[in-house]
């Protein structure tokens, strides 16, 4: 008789009853790493099936994940991470942008706080779609309130959708890094496309009038971001005069 390691309670078989947490765990060597990596890399439960899934069947597959059946596909917000990561080694490597907005300020120094946010908004579009991602599930959600979700399931729908996003961005960079072609810019059309598309799909996709309020939350989500990042810049930017 033992007891357990995550729980402390009496485990009389090779799991506990009480958590379910196996009573000998596998000693973390070569092969455990191999394992993990991929269960994350797999294609019947892991990043590259997630990824499929969402451009096949978004609105369906982020259903069945909301409702329940979260098994196969890569949780939203790990999901996003690995997305984000992924847009910023690319833009590391091959030196592209988003370019929603680009400054260029001579005087380093003297660059004020609302400038400085945006050049972070502008060159770390990765991690900006975790931000974008709240204020659009706020319209996202003003706009669909009849729908039974809450804001939580909303921003989990937003998580994938940006994801997908920031890959979008990520393979547009890497040609335009490759060929010099300015293609990169064609992004936010694309992403706006695929935001609306699964919007649209997720809701109710015989009804057209969702994929008009999926584009439209989707443009007041990223305003709505921009405006508070202005906001925040020149309130800082107020209290260091």
Known sequence: MENCKNC?????????SDCGFPKETKRIDKQYIIEEISSILNFDKGIFYTIKQLVVRPGDTIKKFIDGD?????KPIIFLIICSLIYTIGQQFLNYEAGYIKFNVE??????????LFEWFSKNYGYANII????????VKIFFKKYNYNFYEIYILLCYIMGISGLIYTFLGIIEGISNFSILQLGIFFSLIYTTWVIGQF??????VNYVKGFISYV?????????FFGIGIGIDVLLK
């Open 220 to 228: 007041f989500g990223v305003i709505t971001s921009l405006i508070i």
């Open 132 to 139: 974008m991602a709240v204020f659009i599930a706020m319209w």
């Open 107 to 116: 005087d380093r120094n003297h660059t004020p706080i609302t400038v400085q």
């Open 70 to 74: 979260r098994k196969r596909i890569v």
């Open 8 to 16: 402390n309670k009496t485990i009389s078989g090779k799991f506990c």
């Open 203 to 208: 809701f109710d996709r015989k009804k057209k």
